[in-house]
Structures are given as C-alpha cells and as structure tokens.
C-alpha cells in the first residue's frame, strides 16, 4: 500500500473531564474521499481540527504525508478547509475572498487572476468576482468556500459538514458537485456529515463514529448491510433490529423460528442481533411468508411505502414496499437468507473482519 | 388612528422644543446689543467679532480640540489592543472580571476619577497642566472604547479567523486583514465616543489642570462666575452650528454611500 497522506497514531484528546477522541487510529490514502460519520459529540470534528491543526492532541501522533505534524501550526499545513459557516470575510468581495490565499503568499497578480477565474469556474460561479459577499444564498456562499480552499492546491481538503446549512434540494446538487469536483482534482477529501445519506452517497469509505471512538470503517455497501453493532446498524439507514440466538452456523433463531443466514464463525447458541434492512422485506400472502404480520400504518414516501406491521409476537416491523397495503391486513413477509445480518455484541471491528475472513473464502 | 397619530407629534414637538428652547435662548442672546441676557436689545454681531479678537479664549478653544483629539486617538489604541486581550482570554471568570473593572471606571463619578488623578499625580510630584490633563483623559476614554470595540471583535467570531490561519495567514496578516477591517467601525465610533467624551469633559479637567492651561468647559465655569458675557453665547452659537453641521455632513455621506452601494448591486442585477 502506498503511504497513507494522513495518519493518526493513537491519539487522544480530552476537554477538562470529558474525552472526545479516545485511542484514534486512523490512515487515509491519497486521492479518496473519506466521510467521518457520526451524532453530533462523536468527535468527528475534533478529528477534523487535528488534523488542520486547530486543535493539539493530548497523546499520539498525527502525521501528515508521512512527516509527524503535531506542532506544526495551522498556517503551515497543507492541508485546507471549507468551514461549516463559510467563514467567508464580509470585507472583500468574492474575488478577493478566493484569492486571500494566494495574496498572502505574494503571487503574481496575473496569476492570481487567472486562478481565482479557473476556481471560480470549477465551482460554476464564473462572472461572480465582484460581487460582495452580503449579496450571495447560501448555496453560493458555500461555493465561494470551497473555491476558496482549492485554490491553495492542497494535498487534501476538510469539509466540515458544508452542506448542513442548505435546503434538501440544493444538497442534493452539491453532492454530486462534490463528488465531481474530488474526481477532477484527485485530492483527497475528508467530509464530515451526520447526514448518513449524504455519507453513503459521496465517499470511498465511511468512518462512522460515536462517543470519540471509531466503529467502523469500509465502504458504504460494507457499512450499510454489515454493520458491527446496533448503533451502526441503527444510525445508518433504516432497519429492523431483532433479539436472536446463533443455533449453529448458517442457522439464526429469532421471533422464535430458526431461519438459513449466511453467517457463522459464532459460538452455538450465542445470543445475538439480527439486523433487516425494510427494503429486503418482501411482502407476500401469509401461505408463502417466512413471518406473517398485521398492518398497523403507511407513509407514502414518493418512491415508496414505509409500512409499520407488528407480528404475533408483538414485534414491530419497518417494511418498504413499492404497492400499498390495506391497513389492518394480515400479510406474509418473505426475505432470502442473505437479506438477514447477524451481529455479535460487543465485537470489535478487528474480529468482525477476522471473523469474515475464516468463512468467506470466496470473495 | 389619525388622531392618535397627531398627538405623538405633538409630543415630539413639546420634547424636542423643551431640549432645544435653552440652546436657542441663548444663541438668540449672541445677536444682542446689551451686556446682559435680560432683555433682547437690537441686532448685533459685535460678540462676534469680539469672539474672533479674544485670542485667549479662540487658544483655550484649540487646546480643547488638542486635548480631545490627541486623548482619544491614545485611547482608541490602547482601548482596541485592551479588547483584542480581552477577547483572547480563555476563561470567563478572568474576562469578567476585567469587564466589571473595565465598567467601573464608566460607571463611577467624574468627580471621584478627578480627585484620585489630582491625588495620584501630586503624590507622583507631575506638575499640573497639559500632560496631567491629557493622561487623565486618555485614562477615561479607555473604557469607553473597550466598550464599543468588544461587541464587534464577539461578532467576528473565531471561524473567520481560523479560516484566514488555514489559508496560511500569520498572526499579523490575520490581524491586519481580517481582524482590523472587521472591527473598524467599532473602532471609529470609540474614537467618536472618546472624542465627545474628552471635548464634554469638566469635572476631571478641573481638577487635574494648573497655571496657564485651560479647556473650553473650565473656562466658561470660570468666566459664568463673574457674570456671563454674551461673548460665551457667541461661542457658543458658533460650537452650535459647527456641530449641527457635522451631524449633517455625516447624514449625507451615510447617503451617499447606501446609493452608492444600491447603485451597484441594481447594475449588477441588470447585466444578469
């Protein structure tokens, strides 16, 4: 594996009593668009600003393009950042905004012009150097941010959920932005959300995280339907989170049936958690169903129902479906063995990988 | 409702007459012939023109605006580099704290901070005058500028900084150009404060002033006592109308600028 751009070696940070970054390690290789995921208090920004340089670690190392920068001060970082205010200033126009940088560092007036026109272009706001900031939406603010951050050509650039402060809409527009920009400029991107569509949508991998502690890390596809624990699962998308106990392997026992999954490397009879993703649940008649629930409500989503059902046994079922069903209707719910994700508790994501690695010999 | 409205008028009017009646009464007395403010006796600029051969008072009036200028211009410094100290403090009991003492000298009597600076620089041994009252002045006007420069700096907030630090600024590019231009009308308006503060001010002056150094507000209080000539309403009437223009010419460029600035925006607006 080629060196990582960004490392963190163990580190920890504590603001008086309370820890917000417990044990940190993390590598981050150059050219991907990484996404810190997690409640606000996670600790994903605190993680963000060690590596900026805003904030200093209590213990651990933070190397930078393999040269340890933990003293380093922000001004001398090659790294950049897209604030979640903007944090444009109000007392120069767009122009002079994006072109800061670069006036710090005495470059020529031509080609600071030529820069900050070729940044403005990449964020589609060509034509808008002279406007004041005062005069911008929000959407355009932002733009003005990231132009303002590219233009450095840094190594990497920190979005500190940027996009946070925008409507549904032109969120969904700037995903696709930025996704494109990371792709044009083949720098490295750390975004952080604790939006997990936002997360699922853009990156190359996800680190999702919770209370300064790091869950788990992989691909969207790897986090959405094999998530380590119950917060994961939980945070990440909608599921159905059930109580079940490992007979053997490939065999799950939950709502008291025993089903075919296709997980194993568990002791017999552990207690564990199956997660269902509503989407995998088909709904049928109750002569063909795996499980047979009553209707309780639906939500037209647009693309979708989102039905709440309840079985016998009183547990709750999130289903998505592209028909309506009649509320109060008894139905059969169907699913497919690998539709079911059994989680062990308390594993961390070490063994869960190691676990994976005895019996899926074929990926 | 329109009634209503006619008796809020009518108020504002009694009001502003009330505040402007003693002002005008006297400056109407400056046109008069006699020595006195008891009757009105016949047109005259003749207080004027003995204003303009009053070399004492027209130097006491300069030395006025010496002290003034000079006072808040210190003032304005210190006070601004006091704000960007006090805005740098971490913990909120120390930031307080400085506050209240900060609060303090603004709220507490002009006589008390008049007998501790004579106190102060007599034991000191400074001989009275110019210097002990531009110090003293200097000294009040601190607050006041620390008062109107810290809301801006709370304003700023730390983000823009931090932004300015990530694009490679240093400490004194971040000051020069983001900090500086962002808190300047703060600035501006407690140098304005100090300056009215300073050109107001007796209590202090009179007591930290000495032998042959007077302001405009201690020589009047002397001169009211021996009888006031109409020469002072002269002065006064001129004092008057210089800042009355003042406050006009700032209403115009206040003006001017908003158009200015309206004006762009709708041009922009057009070529889009």
Redesign the interface.
Known sequence: MAQPIVKLNHVSKSYGDSTVLKDINLELEAGKFYTLLGPSGSGKTTILQTI???TSVDAGDVYFDGQRINEL????RK???V???Y?????MNVFDNVA??LT??NVKKAEITRRVTSALKSVHLNGYG???IS?LSGGQKQRVAIA??II?EPKMLLLDEPLSALDAKLRRDMQYELRELQQRLGITFLFITHDQEEALAMSDEIFVMNDGVILQSGTPVDIYDEPINHFVANFIGESNILNGVMREDYVVEFVGKRFECEDAGMRPNEPVEVVMRPEDLTITTVENGKLVVTIDTQLFRGDYYEIAATDDDGNEWLIHSTNSVPDNSRVGVTFAPNDIHVMRFNESEEDFDARLETYETDD | MTKRFKFSNLYLLVVFIILYAPILFLIAFSFSEGDSMSHFQGFTLSHYSALLRDSRLIIIVLQTLLIALLSSLFATIIGTLGALGINQTSRTITRNTILSFNNILIVSPDVIIGASFLIFFTALQLPLGFSTVLLSHIAFSIPIVVLMVLPKLRELGTSMVSAAADLGATNWQILSKIVFPFITPGILSGFFMALTYSLDDFAVTFFVTGNGFSTLSVEIYSRARQGISLEINALSGVLFVFSLLLVVGYYFLNQYQQSRKLKRTTREEDIL
Do not use: C, Y
């Open positions: 900026s340089g805003f001060p922000p001004n001398r790294v950049n950042t604030f979640q205010d944090a444009l200033f109000p007392n800061f940088g710090l560092q002279n406007r004041e005069e303002r951050a450095m």
